[in-house]
């Protein structure tokens, strides 16, 4: 069936390296992928999006690739800080069909940040 | 974003109860959704409830079960019936901005059957 999957469900990094969170998809017809950010006792904050005809798409500190020809999503974070560790999800969404809006998660990778 | 909020943060109950989770959305959206979360695991879509529409439910979840309400475009409220152990679970509220379409989640009701 369709799913969503994480490559490491783990990441431990240095603060002030850079982190790359992997996420591999097997929907092609997803037309936006998400990355949230859970931390202890919250609810999944959103962190930033892409469109499925995009490659690359920056936010603040943060930088999302998609690369359809092997579907696969990442994650990067630049100079990573302690209030970054959190398990992060990626997800997909349909925008259009009976599908609308609905996201389907992949299984989340735990990143710890050492001082 | 929308700020949104859930009803009990926690509860702990017995089996064979039923626990009705509150969600409240700070402005008037079209899409709310309910997810589970269980230990340490992902989320899983449980239904969407769309105002002025009965709720879908996905596979593996059924109205009986998970009841939903959507009276309006702020309010949306999950029952968990006839409750088991294994329906502990964290369930979370989620919805779809009108404007941006992004979603955002409320903090969750952790809740525990014993």
């Known amino acids: 069936g369709e799913s969503v999957g994480l490559h490491l469900p783990t990441l431990s990094v240095q603060e002030g390296d850079n982190s790359i969170i992997n996420c591999a998809y097997s929907?092609?017809?997803?037309?936006?992928f998400i990355w949230y950010k859970q931390e202890s006792g919250k609810g999944p904050q959103f962190i930033i999006d892409i469109r499925s005809n995009m490659d690359k798409r920056q936010g603040q500190r943060v930088t999302v690739l998609l690369n359809k020809t092997v579907k696969h999503l990442s994650l990067q974070i630049a100079a990573t800080q302690p209030g970054d560790s959190a398990v992060y999800f990626c997800a997909e969404k349909r925008a259009g069909g009976t599908s609308y809006g609905k996201l389907t998660f992949g299984q989340g990778t735990i990143l710890t940040v050492h001082p | 974003s929308a700020v949104i909020s859930q009803k009990p943060s926690r509860d702990i109950c017995q089996r064979g109860t039923s626990l009705t989770i509150q969600c409240q959305v700070d402005s008037q959206v079209t899409m709310m959704f309910w997810y589970r979360q269980q230990p340490g695991q992902s989320l899983t879509l449980i239904a969407t409830a769309n105002q002025g529409s009965e709720a879908t439910y996905e596979s593996g979840f059924v109205i009986d079960k998970f009841p939903i309400s959507r009276p309006n475009l702020t309010f949306s409220t999950l029952t968990v019936s006839n409750m088991s152990p294994e329906d502990s679970s964290i369930y979370l509220c989620?919805?779809?901005?009108?404007?941006?379409?992004?979603?955002?989640f409320g903090p969750g009701t952790r809740l525990t059957v014993t």
């Open positions: 929907n092609s017809a997803s037309d936006y």
């Open positions: 989620s919805v779809e901005d009108d404007s941006t379409y992004e979603q955002y």
